[in-house]
């Protein structure tokens, strides 16, 4: 039996975020360039305020890259 992903949950600082859309990153769910030789680019995100962020690692949220709850089937 598969355990379900589960959303990454960040106390995000404010300010510009690039998280990961390619999944090869070392340092989920930032982006850490390793999309570069593909035509995936991150999710660019301003965060306006600091407060907790869920960021989906499931990748089937209709709100990326925020989490939407589609993960707990
Ligand atoms: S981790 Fe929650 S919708 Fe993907």
């Known amino acids: 039996m598969t355990k379900a992903k589960t959303p990454f949950i960040i106390n995000e600082t404010a300010g510009t975020k690039y998280y990961c859309k ?6 989920l769910p930032y982006c850490d360039g390793s999309h570069q030789g593909t035509e995936v680019l991150p999710f ?5 305020v600091a407060r907790t962020v869920a960021i989906c690692s499931c990748g089937q949220s209709k709100n990326l ?9």
């Open 22 to 27: 390619c999944g090869k990153s070392k340092n």
């Open 44 to 48: 660019k995100v301003e965060i306006d």
């Open 65 to 73: 890259p925020f989490c939407d709850g589609t993960h707990k089937g």
